[in-house]
């Protein structure tokens, strides 16, 4: 059996939640109930995530459609579902479509009710549902003053065989470039380290660390998780 580990610090905090146009008669998780209601691709773990909650209220939606990023974008701008699954990292709406969606509609967070919260919680104890606020995506600009979704940390892995000098030089060769990757996604001004990044905040929970990668987090003197 091959054991994975890890080698960067978290890529990026995100939450994924659900929303609606401000105008619909939709606040609570319960009023979802008979309505169409837009998720991500059928096989995605946020799916399942957001049907575990959906269960965990005893709501019965009328309809799941599942949509690529735009395909969702195209479907709640033309009326033709309730509620749209929204991804948000770091503050900002992480995929342009859904970027769209809030600029061309007045949204809100479909709220969750913390009973549903602790009985979703104890079907998927690996999830981290909870309140998500700017606080916890470290950002001013966050669309939503606050909303019940769960967080998703997120790392790059690798074979725990992998040659360590391998490892430690493409560690190396990624943080010592960090500043260069937010040409190629703009969340990404958040990873790694220095003033207004990441660290390992947010670098999921009992995952190991390569032995080449910790070689050259410690010679940089950087602190890194212990599983």
Same mark, same amino acid.
Request: no cysteine.
């Given at each position: 059996?091959?054991?994975?580990?890890?080698?960067?610090? /978290?890529?990026?905090?995100?939450?994924? $939640?659900? @929303?609606?146009?401000?105008? @619909?008669?939709?606040?609570?998780?319960?009023?979802?109930?008979?309505?169409?209601?837009?998720?991500?691709?059928?096989?995605?773990?946020?799916?399942?995530?957001?049907?575990?909650?959906?269960? /965990?209220?005893? #709501?019965?939606?009328?309809?799941?459609?599942?949509?690529? $990023?735009?395909?969702?974008?195209?479907?709640?701008?033309?009326?033709?579902?309730? /509620?749209?699954?929204?991804?948000? +990292?770091?503050?900002?709406?992480?995929?342009?479509?859904?970027?769209? #969606?809030?600029?061309?509609?007045?949204?809100?967070?479909?709220?969750?009710?913390? =009973?549903?919260? !602790?009985?979703?919680?104890? =079907?998927?104890?690996?999830?981290?549902?909870?309140?998500?606020?700017?606080?916890?995506?470290?950002?001013? +600009?966050?669309?939503?003053?606050?909303?019940?979704?769960?967080?998703?940390? @997120?790392?790059? #892995? +690798?074979?725990? !065989?992998? =040659?360590?000098?391998?490892?430690?030089?493409? +560690?190396?060769?990624?943080?010592?470039?960090?500043?260069?990757?937010?040409?190629?996604?703009? #969340?990404?001004?958040?990873?790694? $380290?220095?003033?207004?990044?990441?660290?390992? @905040?947010? $670098?999921?929970?009992?995952?190991?660390?390569?032995?080449?990668?910790?070689?050259?987090? =410690?010679?940089?003197?950087?602190?890194?998780?212990?599983?």
């Amino acid at each position: 059996e091959t054991e994975v580990v890890a080698w960067l610090p /978290a890529l990026h905090r995100g939450a994924w $939640f659900l @929303s609606t146009p401000a105008e @619909s008669d939709i606040e609570m998780i319960n009023d979802l109930a008979g309505k169409k209601v837009g998720l991500y691709l059928e096989q995605a773990q946020q799916t399942a995530w957001t049907k575990a909650v959906m269960d /965990a209220a005893g #709501v019965d939606p009328g309809q799941y459609n599942y949509y690529a $990023f735009a395909d969702g974008r195209d479907a709640m701008l033309a009326g033709q579902i309730d /509620a749209l699954l929204v991804l948000a +990292t770091q503050g900002r709406l992480v995929a342009p479509p859904y970027a769209q #969606v809030v600029g061309d509609q007045d949204m809100s967070a479909v709220q969750i009710p913390a =009973d549903v919260l !602790e009985r979703a919680q104890e =079907d998927q104890p690996k999830l981290k549902w909870m309140e998500v606020t700017r606080e916890n995506l470290n950002e001013d +600009t966050y669309e939503f003053d606050s909303v019940n979704g769960f967080l998703i940390d @997120s790392t790059i #892995v +690798t074979r725990a !065989e992998k =040659d360590n000098q391998a490892v430690y030089d493409m +560690t190396k060769a990624v943080i010592d470039n960090q500043e260069d990757l937010e040409d190629y996604n703009p #969340v990404l001004q958040w990873f790694g $380290f220095g003033e207004n990044r990441n660290g390992f @905040s947010g $670098f999921p929970s009992g995952i190991k660390l390569h032995e080449g990668a910790k070689q050259y987090y =410690d010679e940089e003197g950087i602190d890194y998780p212990e599983p």
